[in-house]
């Protein structure tokens, strides 16, 4: 008995458990390779996906005699991959052309893992041809190509791994938008610009939290959070995507790629570009709210005429139905809804029509090699076209020629030739009227009557929707009546297809641009502070000084050019971050913040420091005009008028002594 036990020690044991031990075959299959594979989405290590794989293959062929002398394993490879197209596999297919490979067989350890769809039936045959067989563990032996009910079996397997992997993605789909709209979870990815992952706390997964996950929420980076409300800001002004692109180029405000190289180093950080001002305008994820499947993973056929080369992954926008939006805010928000819905409304007019309706719109900036401080800002009131710059000898003019209306313009009947306004005229004017309004002594009178604006405006936009509405039914109509009078109805399809776009978007912009919120004198008080010093950058008269104070009260004038009027507009725009507030707020509930001792007096004036708080005044409809206010006081005694019309001696006297130059250009122009 103990010699039969030290022969074969196992063999009492195995009989005590019942155990059938398989008798080795003494000419088995011999040498055998090997293949498995590994999906990034497995929650195993590849080392372990690697060890039970062989082993199961092991297992599986060392009855029949077969050894597994060569691997192949494929990393982070989906299953629905062609074998051409893994790294590993289309090694195995290249090996079986070397006669000397070493092996005649291929064990793999499951075949819903190695197999996808009919992905067999296209490899089986390359096996056969030279010569070597494949032994599938749910087959319970070697594949028979002439055996009817193998072929089955193997497409009824490659069916079960093409489901299995769909029912496994429509699982992690639903469970990650029921916590979008249930807690407002941030998924994963990268933060968008204005915004950081900081530490949440626990994983609420109880096994994540001991293996010590953590949860990642978002919060606001004040260093750049602030551009992204200038760039909401300035597009609601009027402004498109390139144009602030170039103005942030301009001030060298890093772009998102720039600040933060680590996230993105697949792009090189030059600056920025009109699609990254678009991105930011159509991310809703600055209202605060989570939103989750805007982008879309899709499987597209690399060959549409070659299907067997399978299939590749491309991002596309999802369908309405697929987006996700949490119920509650999940984060501080940048922007609020009402500003994001406004923009998005202007976006959708501006795209109505499509190329034909971009084409009418108006040029963005471009870079220059001078500066004029009116360019943007100038309009003719024939016209109602902003006036171009041009540098001549005696000065710097900004002109309107008329040879450059479109053919069947109302304006070309009553334009001049050419319509010229010097800029030094201007320029004196306009600071001579700004350095009024924001003088110490009479800011209280202008905050007023920015306050009163407020009342009386509608938002900026909707001067611009009701044009094209009422165009686009004036449209219709000719349609329509030329459809009565016998025009082929097809030929109009198109036309009125453009038509019903803008009128549609029109409406729209008209029907659900959201009133927009009134400040209090406070609020307004902080937007002034937050300009700085205006009358010190006025009288310095510095180019760049000038381009900040007027951009950041919009400025406009309107040249009347038969009356030498010239109207001049202000309507603030941006947001206050590190605003100064008036001790008429009563408490720091007004900007929506908590009271906190770090955020106290700043200095011994009148005016308390609340940093972090911001005024909202992009979509305010904040307007001041120098025909209403043209006598603002800074003393008792009368002061003249300020506003750019006739009646003003200097004005007078100055458009007087050029008005032979202004004709001698027109007259130039003109031949």
Known sequence: ??????????????????????DTV?????????????STEDNQ????????????????????????????????QSRSVPWDRREEASRLLAALKNPYRGWNAVVVGEGTRCWFGNQFSLIAPRFAAYGVDLWVPELGGKYDPRNPSHKMLMSVLGGMSESERQHVQARVRAAMDAQVLNEGRHQGGRAPYGYETVDGGPHPNPRKAVEGYRL??????????????????????????????????????????????????????????????????????????????????QEMLLDPDDVAAGNVIRFRRASADRIVRSRRPAHPEIVSVEEFTQAQLLRKSKSAGGLKTARKTERAERPTKQTYLFRGRLRCTVCERKMEASPRARGMYYRCPARTLPNGSPALGIHPPTIYL????????????????????????????????????????????????????QELSRYQAAIKAGIDPMALVEPMNEAQAVRAAAKAELDNTPPPGHLTAAEVHAMIDSLGDVGAALKGAKTESLLKVYQGLDLHVLYKDKAHVADVMIKPVGYVNSARVREVCPNAQLWGIPHSPRRGVAH????????????????????????????????????????????????????????????????????
């Open 216 to 297: 990642r929420v978002l919060a606001i980076d004040e260093g750049s959070a602030w551009v992204v409300r200038r760039i909401f800001a300035e597009y609601l002004s009027g402004r498109g995507d390139r144009a602030i692109a170039t103005g942030l180029n301009r001030d060298r405000i890093p772009c998102p790629s720039a600040r933060r190289p680590d996230q993105n180093p697949h792009r090189p950080g030059d600056g920025w570009q009109g699609s990254t001002v678009r991105a930011i305008l159509d991310n809703p994820r600055y209202t605060g709210y989570a939103f989750f499947g805007r982008w879309m993973r």
């Open 26 to 38: 003494e000419d088995g299959i011999g040498p055998m390779a090997g293949y498995g594979r590994c």
């Open 1 to 22: 008995m103990t010699a039969e036990i030290s022969r074969d020690p196992w063999a009492t044991l195995d009989e005590l458990l019942g155990i059938e031990v398989a």
């Open 422 to 473: 010097r800029e030094d005229v201007l320029l004196d004017a306009v600071n001579k009227w700004l350095g009024g309004l924001f003088d110490p002594r009479n800011v209280d009178r202008t905050v007023a009557a920015l306050v009163a604006s407020q009342g009386t405006l509608t938002p900026t936009n909707h001067d611009s929707a009701r044009k094209r509405l009422a165009k686009a039914e």
């Open 604 to 671: 011994k004036s009148s005016l308390a420091a609340v940093r972090g708080s911001r005024a909202r005044v992009g979509n305010s409809p904040l307007s001041l005009s120098s025909s209403e206010m043209t006598r603002p006081r800074v003393s008792r005694r009368r002061s003249p008028s300020i506003a750019l019309d006739a009646t003003c001696p200097a004005w007078s006297r100055r458009v007087a002594a050029r008005s032979k130059e202004f004709k001698n250009y027109s007259k130039r122009d003109s031949e």
């Open 45 to 76: 290590d590849p080392e372990t996906s690697r060890g039970w794989q062989f082993g199961n293959g092991r297992k599986f062929v060392e009855p029949f005699g077969g050894v597994i002398v060569e691997e192949f394993f494929d990393i982070g």
